[in-house]
Nanobody, 128 residues
Framework: QLQLVESGGGLVQPGGSPRLSCAAS????????IGWFRQAPGKEREGVSC????????NYANSVKGRFTISRDNAKNTVYLQMNSLKPEDTATYYC?????????????????????WGQGTQVTVSS
């Protein structure tokens, strides 16, 4: 069965530094650029970060630039999102998704409506 599974979320204090994982099963991630997205209640799904298939190119939304780091370990079939200096406004459900070919080099931040295949999401709540 083909799956993308996000994990690593939970209740985090402001300033915390969790790491989210996006693990693939049933196929390999080697040939795909992957994006991280987030969606807060009542808001559209927002692109957060992009990483190319090799991991050589990355990009970030302005809201997280300098705080989040995307990486991948293709040998483990997993993409990560290291989240640092979390703020309450980072509270959202975080998703990963395959990205279309226009993001091969992650030259921009993808939109949620450009993606068709998602994981189930992991909730991140930033609160003291």
């Amino acid at each position: 069965q083909l799956q993308l599974v996000e994990s690593g979320g939970g209740l985090v204090q402001p300033g915390g530094s969790p790491r989210l994982s996006c693990a693939a099963s049933g196929f390999t991630l080697d040939y795909y650029a992957i994006g991280w997205f987030r969606q807060a209640p009542g808001k559209e799904r927002e692109g957060v970060s992009c990483i190319s298939s090799s991991g050589g190119s990355t990009n970030y939304a302005n809201s997280v630039k300098g705080r989040f780091t995307i990486s991948r370990d293709n040998a483990k079939n997993t993409v990560y999102l290291q989240m640092n200096s979390l703020k309450p406004e980072d509270t959202a459900t975080y998703y990963c998704a395959f990205l279309p070919q226009k993001y091969y080099y992650c030259a921009g931040i993808p939109r949620g409506d450009e993606c068709d295949y998602w994981g189930q999401g992991t909730q991140v709540t930033v609160s003291s």
